[in-house]
């Protein structure tokens, strides 16, 4: 059987209230019955001591019992006590509780450690079982005196039942409160065990929806105590947990468009060279000058096909973050000039000057000169593959306030305002025939975006149609 939380606290309440009775039970009976007791017996000495003033002042003879009775029942009466007088021996003068012809007969002195002590020491007490009154009393006695000698004992006793009674309405009190103790507990308990446990099945139910996949779902609990805390804890690591979701499902699908489009350009040149193939089979082959034009766009195409698949490498590694940058200061020249030189060749046989200008304060930039070359070689490319014979690309590194920015001009075609801000994403060209003639990827520019970014930098694009691109990018500037 499962017990619930709520009954668990209420029931802990209402033991902790127990043992808080049963401590103050035992406890206060025991003092009570201890400060009773005193106060009983300190009462029953007060007597004792009237009693002895009484039998001192005594003046007729020892034999005269009816007169020593009569002393002891007078005071037997008014003070509410079993009164007794003896002789030293122990022979009874007068008793308030024995009969007149018991009167003469001797203490079973013993049994009455009271009446013995009092001759020894002066004062004797006891609480013991009386076989005259059949139950247990409380004595006291003392010696009187005559003319300054001890004739003779007088003794008081008290039944303890007496004691008993005045403890009883004390112990009913006692009793009803410790009953409106346990139930106040109960009373209260009860509903604040619902306190805590209706915030944790709030939190329960939210939890579940939250496992059934509704991430949206908070537990509307608040607090500054645990329970709160255990409330915000949740939401918090719902909202995460929304968001990685988020961010999975936006990645998954960039990996399914990347797929698409990815197969959708593989399948261009593969078409072409399949085709070219195929005529060549078919019989092109034995016309020298027709198996030359398939044999070139043969090679084109798996160019084309070798530079998607080098893109698309780099942007699975860049992806997986396994393009490791090394971060130094280099030197800005050489790693232009390299660029330069690898295109020079290229430009020159378009008729197109490629030119070069660093200022003195942009000689060196903090960065990974393989990522570095990557980028400017990709823009110089683009702008040498897209602008007209006989026009010029210039490269300029100056220096700004917080870095260096790298810039390539041409007087080529531009760009539409309205493909500007799509020109840095994947596979997208502003003019695809054009692109595809000459041999583009769509990926190069993305690639360039995430290299900068990873380098801390910023990359974009000023344009204007038919008046030629910068395209430029900006690196943190050296600090030595
Ligand atoms: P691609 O391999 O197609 O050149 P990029 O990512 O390098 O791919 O460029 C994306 C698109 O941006 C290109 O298809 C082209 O339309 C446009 N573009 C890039 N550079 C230039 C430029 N210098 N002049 C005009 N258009 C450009």
């Known amino acids: ?86 002789r030293t021996d122990g022979t009874v003068l007068g008793d308030s ?46 010696p009187f005196r005559m003319e300054d000698v001890v004739v003779g004992v007088a003794r008081v006793g008290i039944p303890t039942t007496q004691f008993k009674a005045a403890v009883e309405p004390i112990r009913r009190v006692l009793l009803v409160a410790w009953g409106l103790a346990l139930l106040a507990a109960l009373v209260l308990a009860w509903p604040a065990a619902h306190l805590i446990t209706g915030r944790l099945a709030r939190i329960t139910a939210a939890a579940r929806r939250m496992a059934k996949g509704q991430l949206q779902t908070r537990t509307e609990v608040a607090g500054g105590d ?5 409330a915000r804890v949740l939401d918090s690591l719902a909202e995460a947990l929304g968001d990685t979701l988020g961010n999975l499902t936006k990645l998954e699908a960039s990996r399914r468009e990347l797929v698409a489009n990815a197969s959708h350009e593989l ?21 020298p000058k027709a198996a030359r034009e398939f044999v070139v766009l043969i090679d084109d195409n798996a160019r084309r096909l070798r530079r998607l698949v080098d893109d698309l490498l780099d942007l699975s590694q860049l992806d997986a973050g396994r393009f490791p940058l090394r971060w130094e200061h280099v030197e800005t020249n050489p790693l232009v000039e390299s660029v330069m030189r690898t295109y020079r060749a290229r430009a020159e046989l378009r008729g197109i000057k490629l030119k070069c ?65 799509s020109v840095f994403e994947r596979f997208y060209r502003a003019e695809t025939s054009r692109s595809r003639e000459t041999g583009g990827t769509g990926l ?11 380098m801390g930098g910023q990359i974009g694009v000023t344009s204007e149609k038919d008046h030629g691109s910068r395209f430029w990018f900006s690196l943190p500037r050296t600090t030595s």
């Open 1 to 86: 059987m499962r017990i619930g939380l709520r009954t668990r606290i209420t029931a802990l309440c209402l033991m902790v209230v127990l043992a808080a009775i049963a401590l103050c039970e035992v406890y206060l009976s025991d003092r009570l019955e201890r400060v009773l007791l005193e106060r009983m017996r300190a009462d029953l000495i007060v007597r004792l001591e009237l009693v002895e003033r009484e039998a001192s002042s005594v003046t007729e003879s020892m034999q005269q019992y009816a007169v020593w009775d009569q002393i002891a029942d007078d005071f037997a009466l008014r003070s509410m006590t079993w009164v007794t007088l003896a």
């Open 97 to 142: 509780k024995l009969s007149d012809n018991q009167l003469g007969t001797k203490f079973d002195l013993p049994s009455a450690i009271e009446v013995e002590d009092a001759l020894a020491h002066g004062f004797g007490e006891s609480r013991r079982y009386s076989h005259l009154l059949e139950e247990n009393a409380l004595f006291v006695a003392v």
């Open 226 to 230: 645990e329970v709160g805390e255990l």
């Open 267 to 287: 399948r261009t040149p593969l078409t072409a060279i399949c085709g070219a193939s195929e005529t060549l089979v078919a019989g092109a082959i034995d016309d």
């Open 357 to 421: 200008e660093i200022e003195a304060e942009a000689r060196t930039v903090y960065a990974d000169s393989r990522a570095f070359e990557h980028v400017l070689g990709n823009l110089v490319d683009n702008a040498v593959k897209y602008c007209a014979p006989g026009t010029d690309v210039e490269v300029h590194a100056v220096r700004v306030d917080d870095g260096i920015v790298f810039s390539v001009q041409d007087s080529g075609p531009g760009i539409e305002a309205h493909h500007l801000a």
């Open 444 to 454: 190069g520019l993305a690639i360039a975006k995430q290299l900068i970014e990873a």
